[in-house]
């Protein structure tokens, strides 16, 4: 349970927000199948990407952390070990999902596991096309819910165009193409989070980008990188939301990456008026970062859909918030894919701000807001278990009038273990 009071002076400060979960994940699983040592600076020690390192250690691979660098001794695309356990992914959708593609082409039984809410995901969205290259997974409730029984298996490419644009589908095909005995293509709807092409090719894969397309040859084993992760965008966007709705507030956050397939909480919030400013730009790990100055600015409704809802799809959430305190109606659609995430983020986010004074309806795929400049008043809500709806009803409760209770407030560690900190540095 965490207390929030509404502030009485504006947000100011700088800060930096813990690094990017997506690039961390990646990163440690990567370097698990490349030759030799990679070294990894501001590493994520949060409970979705320790599972990763969990599951892979179990693997055999030998991680080492020494403050805030982690050495990973890759052993290539074929010198993962047999687990002599259930391999446990606890929370992390992330972790089962390019598990499940790197292990179909191993040649060992493994098993993934989850926690109660991860084994309510749906997998058939991997399962199937990876059936289709000749993996071998079995599956809950007709082959769509974990935990997974993974038979390795000698894998052929595919061409294949996902149904729906997601990150974590594609890489873990990706990851599955690398040994496959042919070449694989991928094709998205809409451009998803491509930290996976990017870090793959800087690790020698044979990986040609056109478009929205994806062509994976086989055969070339990935070489040791030094990686140094930026601050996670997704974090960011919590007090980038607090500094344009608390008035006379002004924020400096250091060192987040605004890779372009990741950056459409700028893109959005710069469209309801907000004030953002990108300083000192540049590329590390051939990833985009930038310091960003955040100032209060009143804003404006907006509607969201099409090719940028997988831009933002983890910070729609926090983008409730600002659309309860804009002036107008704003609307979300198509973003149905938020209702199989730690929870269904449309019902969560709907339900708690109600609580909180919200004019907001439940869509399908999305929601209808009505805002209000200081509408919302503090209520005693629930994160639901789910991290980001935690970290949202927090901003909320800054710009609320009276006192709000955040029940399940812990579950923030799933990938921000700083919030609360930060959030009081900042506010007190």
Not at 120 to 130: D, H, Y
Not at 316 to 330: D, H, K
Not at 382 to 409: F, N, P, T, Y
């Amino acid at each position: 349970m965490r207390r929030i009071n509404s502030v009485s002076m504006p947000l100011k400060g700088e800060i930096v927000v813990d690094a990017d979960k997506s690039i961390s994940h990646r990163a440690v699983i990567f370097s698990a199948l490349a030759q030799g040592k990679s070294v990894i600076k501001n590493f994520l020690p949060a409970s979705d990407t320790l599972s990763s390192c969990s599951c892979l250690r179990q693997l055999g691979i030998k991680i080492a952390t020494r403050d805030s660098e982690m050495q990973v001794y890759g052993r290539g695309l074929s010198g993962f070990s047999e687990p002599h356990m259930v391999l446990d992914c606890g929370n992390s959708g992330t972790t089962m999902r390019l598990m499940a593609g790197l292990l179909s082409a191993q040649p060992f039984l493994t098993i993934l596991n989850g926690d109660e809410s991860l084994n309510q995901r749906p997998m058939k969205r991997i399962i199937e096309p990876l059936g289709v290259m000749g993996a071998n997974i079995q599956a809950r409730q007709n082959g769509n819910y974990p935990p997974l029984v993974i038979r390795g298996s000698r894998l052929s490419g595919l061409s294949y165009q996902l149904p729906v644009a997601s990150a974590q589908v594609k890489s873990a095909l990706m990851l599955a193409a690398l040994k496959a005995d042919s070449e694989t293509l991928l094709s998205e709807p809409q451009k998803s989070r491509d930290h996976s092409e990017r870090m793959l090719t800087a690790m020698g894969a044979d990986i040609a980008i056109n478009g929205q397309e994806i062509k994976i040859k086989p055969g070339k084993e990935l070489q040791a990188a030094e990686f140094l992760v930026p601050g996670d965008i997704s974090s960011a966007a919590f007090f980038m939301v607090a500094a344009s709705i608390i008035p006379g507030s002004e924020l400096l956050i250091r060192n987040v990456g605004v890779n372009p397939s990741r950056a459409g909480i700028i893109e959005i919030l710069n469209k309801m008026g907000a004030r953002i400013k990108l300083e000192n730009e540049r590329t590390i790990s051939g990833e985009p970062v930038a310091d960003l100055i955040v100032s209060y600015s009143r804003l404006q409704a907006i509607d969201i859909d099409g090719a940028v809802i997988p831009r933002l799809i983890d910070e729609i959430p926090i983008l409730a918030v600002a659309m309860a305190l804009a002036e107008g109606e704003s609307t979300v659609r198509g973003a149905a894919e938020l209702r199989v995430k730690e929870t269904d983020r449309i019902a969560a986010i709907s339900t708690e701000l109600a609580k909180m004074g919200a004019d907001i309806r439940e869509q399908p795929d999305g929601f209808v807001i009505k805002g209000k400049p200081d509408s919302l008043q503090g209520a005693r809500v629930s994160s639901q278990g789910d991290h980001r709806i935690a970290m949202s009803l927090a901003v909320a409760g800054l710009a609320a009038k009276g006192e709000s209770m955040i029940e399940d407030s812990e579950v923030v560690n799933i990938s921000f273990p700083r919030f609360w900190d930060l959030l009081n540095t900042i506010s007190s």
